[in-house]
């Protein structure tokens, strides 16, 4: 692939995003070019509006906003001004049901299996408090997860550890961006009562082996909470197929639905067995009654709480529309195809790839090492060039369904150019922005 060098210079703040495509003309390969031609899923580029202010690579933090977003916070007002209260009942009132089921036919879950809450760390302690207290004299106490959790994650756990008598076991990584499998499943044993993992790393994009995990899991009595932010809308998979017992994930990434919007997945035949303990009005089998006693709801709604953030769903729902008429599958196609063009010009520029280079281990970020990578990832930004930094890992970069092969070459030769003109300079002695 050809290096697009001397961008840099011509892009300024503020410089038109156009003016950074023009200086690549004429200096496209004939693959590239192809490729830009026969690409179906570039005609969904002019749906999301940042696409046309910057080389968007972040998909992996916050995924592009749809133009239609707009409409539906719109109707969502309009909703609110015109028909009051009575919303709740047309509609409001099922929403966190509703558009669960959207996320559900991305993440493989049957309808009626996934409910809507605010986050990733509210779902976790929701199916934690299922299990506490521990029985007296349980010997199941033992909660395993590797240290490349993502640390909200971790927090809920280690917060509930001491009080409960839980022990957690940390599983190690040797480079700090992969866990060896088998290391993961020897940790699993007849004491363990959880094992909430990440399918994919947030820091790596390395893509844990769900089904051994949850296999061995199973085989001792465990049960398995897959975190799936980092997977749903870029891998393809079916939480029924790797039967866990719980996936939980958010919208803010991959799924374009921005924040507010978090999920859960309770497997059909634990549903009406749990009962937890973070609750409230709406999981209760009839809310509008106002009794004074808890009569946990017969299905999904069990695993619901107080009330819900309706515009976070009416932003989401947009999203889910186009990554369910897309397909993971197309998405998971492209992401492969395009995240091995950045290793092969990342490496071919002189540097380090720290995700996996085997296409089957690694979701849709590619993570790049330099020295000076958090520098340079501000200095990325401040052209318009929007990447994230994680200690260890490097610059996280994410194409997605929406990005175009050239994209690629101009963040790569950007980073090169900052590199030699040591244009990081300004920004050393930061972290991450965000
Ligand atoms: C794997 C993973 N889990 C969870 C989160 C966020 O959790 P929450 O929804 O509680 O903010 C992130 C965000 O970066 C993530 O990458």
């Known amino acids: 692939m050809p290096a697009c060098e001397g961008n840099a210079l011509a892009i300024s703040r503020g410089h038109s995003f156009l003016k950074i495509l023009a200086g690549l003309c004429g200096r496209l390969s004939a693959e590239q070019t192809e490729n830009s031609l026969t690409d179906e899923l570039l005609k969904w580029r002019s749906e999301f509006p940042i696409l046309d202010r910057a080389v968007y690579l972040i998909s992996h933090s916050l995924g592009a906003m749809p133009r239609a977003t707009y409409d539906r916070l719109q109707e969502y007002a309009d909703i609110w001004a015109t028909r009051g209260v009575r919303a709740w009942a047309e509609g409001w009132w099922d929403m966190p049901v509703t558009v669960g089921n959207d996320v559900g036919r991305i993440i493989g879950a049957e309808p009626g299996t996934v409910v809507m809450h605010q986050n990733v760390s509210i779902c976790q302690s929701l199916i934690l408090s299922c299990f506490l207290p521990l029985p007296k004299d349980s010997k199941r ?10 640390p909200s994650v971790m927090y809920v756990y280690e917060a509930h550890a001491r009080e409960h008598g839980l022990r957690i076991e940390m599983v190690k990584s040797d480079d700090g961006m992969t866990v060896p499998l088998e290391r993961m499943l020897s940790a699993i044993d007849e004491e363990t009562l959880l094992v909430p993992i990440s399918h994919v790393l947030y820091k790596s994009a390395f893509l844990q082996d769900a089904k ?7 085989e001792v009595g465990a049960r398995v909470i897959l975190d799936t932010y980092q997977s749903a809308g870029t891998v393809p998979f079916s939480v029924r197929e ?4 719980f996936a939980t994930g958010g919208s803010v990434k991959w799924l374009c639905g921005g924040p507010g919007a978090g999920y859960l997945y309770v497997r059909p035949d634990l ?3 749990l009962e937890p303990k973070t609750t409230g009005w709406m999981a209760h089998e009839s809310p509008f009654a106002f009794e004074t006693e808890m009569h946990y709801a017969p299905n999904i709604t069990r695993f619901l709480h107080g009330s819900p953030a309706i515009p976070a769903l009416y932003a989401a729902e947009s999203g889910y529309r186009i990554i369910n008429e897309i397909g993971v599958e197309a998405i998971r196609e492209k992401s492969m195809r395009q995240t091995g063009a950045l290793i092969e010009l990342a490496e071919a520029t002189g540097f380090r790839v720290t995700s996996p280079k085997n296409p089957e281990q690694r979701g849709g970020t590619i993570t790049v090492w330099d020295d000076n990578a958090a520098a340079i990832t501000k200095e990325l930004i401040r052209r318009e060039f929007i990447v994230d930094y994680r200690p260890g890992a490097g610059v ?11 994209e690629l070459d101009l963040v790569i030769s950007e980073m090169k150019t900052i590199r030699e003109t040591r244009a990081y300079a300004a920004h050393e002695r930061v972290g991450a922005a965000f």
Do not use: C, G, M
Request: aromatic share 12%.
């Open 212 to 218: 051994a995990i949850t296999k061995r899991a199973h």
């Open 242 to 245: 790797l039967n866990v017992d």
């Open 271 to 273: 549903i009406d067995q």
């Open 141 to 150: 106490t033992r909660i395993v997860y590797s240290e490349l959790n993502f």
């Open 396 to 406: 996280r970069i994410s194409p997605h369904f929406y990005t175009k092969d050239e």
